[in-house]
């Protein structure tokens, strides 16, 4: 059992007790494309073509805020930028944000298949 330190004051549990989830591979059309890049940047308030972890935080804000409390945010967020943050730089990109954005959109759609019984995320964006 290890953590991964996500930033100063998060880790979250990596190992064989960490929890498990299934990989699933996304693929979107081109109209979810160009609403996820519209979506993106939107929040790349610094225009670097990169969403930091604020970024991704006010972009969800803005869509969720009135759902969730500032704790079940900060975790959201935290969640999504370390299943997102692929190459491990602490910053989603377009590609990244394509792959969540798709994770999301199914999220939304319904409850994963295999989910425990009335698991189910509400949808981010």
């Known amino acids: 059992m290890g953590y991964k330190q996500v930033d100063k004051n998060v880790q979250l549990e990596t190992g064989e007790n960490a929890p498990k989830h299934e990989k699933v591979t996304v693929s979107l059309t081109e109209e979810q494309k160009a609403e996820a890049k519209a979506v993106f940047d939107g929040a790349d308030k610094d225009k670097s073509g990169h969403l930091n972890k604020e970024e991704l935080m006010h972009a969800l804000k803005d869509k969720m805020g009135k759902k969730l409390s500032e704790k079940m945010l900060e975790r959201m967020v935290d969640a999504q930028m370390q299943l997102g943050d692929t190459n491990?730089?602490?910053?989603?990109?377009?590609?990244?944000?394509?792959?969540?954005?798709?994770?999301?959109?199914?999220?939304?759609?319904?409850?994963?298949?295999?989910?425990?019984?009335?698991?189910?995320?509400?949808?981010?964006?």
Do not use: N, R, S, V
């Open 88 to 125: 491990d730089d602490g910053q989603i990109d377009l590609d990244e944000f394509y792959t969540l954005w798709g994770k999301l959109q199914q999220q939304a759609a319904g409850p994963t298949p295999g989910a425990p019984k009335g698991f189910a995320l509400p949808p981010m964006m």
